[in-house]
């Protein structure tokens, strides 16, 4: 997990308890008690897309092997908002920025594009 986060984030095995007291005393209506056996946590930094991208291509491979190993939640200190595992995992499926402003760029030169290229050939007719 440490080669997978890098820079970005921290993976930690910690106890329930320590965890139910950072969670109560940042107002995050989760117990963690009732959560089952050993709880990991990922602390990122930066956005919760990016870290949310590094952790579900983590667990998409573990998903098969270890049927015991799940994500349970997702909670951004930043706005203060609690995911459920469903939302992380769409979260980290979506691409990059950089590749979601490319492809934004993209379709919004298309109709210029084509308008050009409509253009070009009727001036060639002629």
């Not at 499926?93 to 760029?105: G, K, S, T």
């Amino acid at each position: 997990m440490k080669k997978l986060l890098g820079d970005n984030g921290v993976f930690k095995i910690i106890k329930k308890r320590l965890l139910n007291l950072v969670l109560k005393d940042k107002n995050i209506p989760l117990d963690a008690k009732a959560l089952g056996l050993q709880v990991g946590t990922v602390f990122g930094k930066g956005d919760v897309s990016q870290t949310a991208g590094l952790v579900w291509r983590f667990f998409k491979g573990k998903e098969k092997e270890l049927p015991e190993f799940k994500m349970l939640a997702g909670f951004d200190l930043s706005s203060a908002t609690l995911f459920d595992a469903v939302q992380i995992k769409r979260i980290g499926q979506l691409p990059p920025r950089e590749i979601l402003l490319a492809q934004l760029l993209g379709m919004l030169q298309a109709p210029v594009r084509s308008l050009a290229y409509t253009l070009s050939e009727v001036a060639k007719k002629k």
